[in-house]
């Protein structure tokens, strides 16, 4: 089973694609930040320090307020229908093959994954994430 990404993960594929780059040694040079920096906070989940970075270059908005917009897609999940091959939200079926290329295949298996733990626990999942949105709010207030 593939790991999941962790919060860091996805707010620094948010600032490649913010800056239009596809590997980490790309965007260290534009932020002028050393790819060792950037793999570390990786690997450390280190939000805080992405925070930092992301006030000061002023991208702040474009990078966090996706984790608004993911908890929102998340709690719409709630009446959707899960299959194997794709997602009906009762206006729209969304099929694997119609993604579109910019999105990394990698992202798109651990949706998958996702989209079936969310059918399968979605009352918990919704919570956890109400718990993460609200401490990140804490934290940065």
């Known amino acids: 089973m593939k790991k ?13 694609n913010i800056y239009q780059v596809g590997t980490i040694s790309q965007l260290s040079h534009i932020i002028n930040v050393a790819q060792q920096t ?6 450390r989940n280190s939000i805080n320090a992405i925070k930092k970075l992301c006030l000061q270059l002023e991208i702040y908005d474009e ?3 996706n984790l608004e ?6 709690i719409n999940l709630q009446g959707s229908n ?32 996702l989209f079936k733990r969310a059918k399968d626990n979605k009352d918990s999942l919704i ?6 949105i609200s401490a990140q709010k804490k934290l940065y207030r």
Do not use: Q, Y
């Open 38 to 43: 950037i793999s570390n906070w990786k690997a």
């Open 4 to 16: 999941f990404l962790n919060e860091a993960d996805f707010l620094i594929n948010n600032m490649l």
């Open 69 to 74: 917009e993911s908890k929102n897609n998340i």
């Open 127 to 132: 919570d956890a994430m109400d718990n993460f």
């Open 63 to 65: 990078v966090f307020g």
């Open 82 to 113: 899960i299959s194997g091959s794709g997602v009906n939200n009762g206006n729209t079926i969304i099929h694997n093959s119609s993604k579109p290329s910019s999105i990394p295949d990698f992202i798109i298996e651990d949706l998958e994954i």
